[in-house]
């Protein structure tokens, strides 16, 4: 039961173009949604973040949209360029047992092409 | 500030051996976290300790198992391999909190035969 998907397994996009990434989510209790960008041979490095209170966060090149209602958040990546060719998750997080640990969508591999 | 270290970078196994992976935190960071990743299934929650105690648990059989130790170093130790198993191993340290940012160790890449 996957509780964060992410539908496109891989996302091709021309350099200097939106790259807008989606995610969709079941599990009401998420109250903040963090982006993560994995490399080959590197461990995920976080990306953005957004809170449930919020919409929007913008942080340069990357925005990401929350809608609560529809339990949707995706992540816009403009202009985008070649160095942005990696591996995204998608992870939400709530409290439970006292910690606040993410869960993982399977990741979008986006590739931009020069 | 030194980052998240994860020992070894590579392991080869046989069946039915036991392995133990090990994760050096970022400095001041109380909470580690371990990660399964395997071919589309995304990074598969093990379990986090906070301050020496397991504080939370995904749904992993009891073979995998793990301790943290007073410097917040942790380990993971996996029983009696099978072959699915091979996967990259993950770690994380963060400060513990609500909408703290995981820090990632590159990996421990268990392969087993």
């Known amino acids: 039961d996957q509780q964060v998907k992410q539908n496109s397994p891989s996302l091709s996009v021309q350099e200097g173009r939106i790259s807008i990434l989606n995610c969709d989510y079941t599990n009401s209790m998420f109250d903040y949604f963090l982006w993560y960008k994995k490399y080959p041979a590197e461990g995920p490095t976080f990306l953005i973040s957004?809170?449930?209170?919020?919409d929007k966060n913008e942080d340069g090149r990357f925005t990401v949209f929350l809608n609560k209602s529809a339990k949707h958040l995706s992540l816009h990546i403009v202009p985008s360029q070649p160095g942005d060719s990696a591996v995204y998750f998608c992870a939400p997080q709530h409290a439970s047992g006292g910690s606040y640990i993410p869960t993982f969508g399977r990741g979008t591999s986006l590739i931009v092409h020069p | 500030k030194a980052g998240v270290t994860q020992t070894p970078r590579y392991l080869i196994k046989t069946r039915g051996q036991q392995v133990t992976l090990s994760c050096s935190p970022i400095?001041?960071?109380?909470?580690v976290s371990w990660y399964q990743q395997t071919p589309g299934q995304g990074l598969q929650f093990l379990f986090e300790y906070f301050s020496e105690t397991q504080r939370n648990k995904g749904n992993f059989p009891g073979r995998f198992s793990g301790r943290q130790f007073s410097n917040s170093r942790s380990e993971m130790n996996v029983s009696t391999l099978e072959l699915g198993d091979s996967a990259l191993y993950l770690c994380a340290s963060s400060l513990g909190g609500q909408g703290d940012i995981q820090y990632f160790g590159a990996g421990t890449r268990l392969s087993v035969l």
């Open positions: 957004i809170s449930s209170i919020k």
């Open positions: 400095s001041g960071h109380r909470s």
